[in-house]
């Protein structure tokens, strides 16, 4: 069953608001290629929660009242807004780059009433150093947002030692695991592990969609994140 349709109609309510407001909002700025009801709730909002499992078995693993989780290039919202919106036991700090994207994004918290969500404005490598975010997430999601060596160390950083990376991935995941071995183990990250799903409509042998999971093992060491010229130099 998709994970839209079993929460609460209230919660699907605002789900369909949020769709709304993002599609009048992409009619005047570019915010999402899917501009239809059904696309964004696939594409986006089925997209985003297919990791709500694993956020839940992890909050009652670590007998959590409260998950702090941190969204790296959150763009319109996904996944942190929508993760935000269905499960209230989060605080989620969502963190985007792009002054249009973070304006949109604190409209859909004030339109939403989404009162466990925050919205910051700065780059990952900057504010991966900064002591009130350094190492203080119990859980990092990037959706879309950079191969997989430059994900890691743009985000690692921020996750205490005993929280989670999760990382949206698709067909080329096997190559980037592979490229992303050395830095991975550099920054203190796990063995990973790999969630498959699906996503409503799309036929399963037609889907390559993955969650990667990473435990973070230990502290990532000072000196990382680099500046981005020095990591998008490193990985080529």
């Known amino acids: 069953m998709p994970l839209l349709s079993s929460l609460p109609l209230?919660?699907?309510?605002?789900?369909?608001?949020?769709?709304?407001?993002?599609?009048?909002?992409?009619?005047?700025?570019?915010?999402?290629?899917?501009?239809?009801?059904?696309?964004?709730?696939?594409?986006?909002?089925?997209?985003?929660?297919?990791?709500?499992?694993?956020?839940?078995?992890?909050?009652?693993?670590?007998?959590?009242?409260?998950?702090r989780l941190l969204d790296i290039g959150s763009g319109a919202g996904f996944p942190g807004l929508a993760l935000a919106l269905a499960a209230p036991w989060l605080r989620v700090t969502s963190l985007e780059a792009t002054g249009k994207k973070v304006r949109f994004q604190q409209s859909i918290i004030d339109a939403l009433g989404l009162t466990n969500a925050t919205v910051l404005q700065d780059r990952a490598e900057d504010l991966g150093h900064d002591a009130p975010h350094r190492d203080r997430y119990d859980i990092v999601t990037a959706r879309a947002f950079a191969p997989l060596p430059i994900l890691a160390e743009l985000t690692l950083p921020f996750v205490h030692p005993g929280g989670l990376l999760l990382a949206w991935k698709g067909a080329r995941l096997p190559e980037e695991l592979a490229e992303a071995k050395l830095i991975l183990s550099i920054l203190g990250a796990g063995a990973p592990q790999e969630i498959a799903y699906t996503l409503p409509g799309i036929a399963e042998a037609e889907s390559h969609f993955r969650i990667v999971v990473f435990p973070k093992k230990k502290r990532t060491p000072p000196t990382y994140p680099r500046p981005m010229s020095k990591i998008k130099k490193s990985v080529k």
Do not use: C, W, Y
């Open 10 to 67: 209230p919660t699907q309510a605002l789900f369909d608001q949020f769709a709304q407001l993002l599609i009048t909002a992409s009619q005047e700025m570019n915010l999402t290629a899917v501009t239809d009801l059904e696309g964004i709730r696939v594409r986006h909002f089925e997209d985003s929660l297919a990791a709500l499992p694993t956020l839940e078995a992890f909050r009652a693993e670590q007998k959590l009242n409260t998950v």
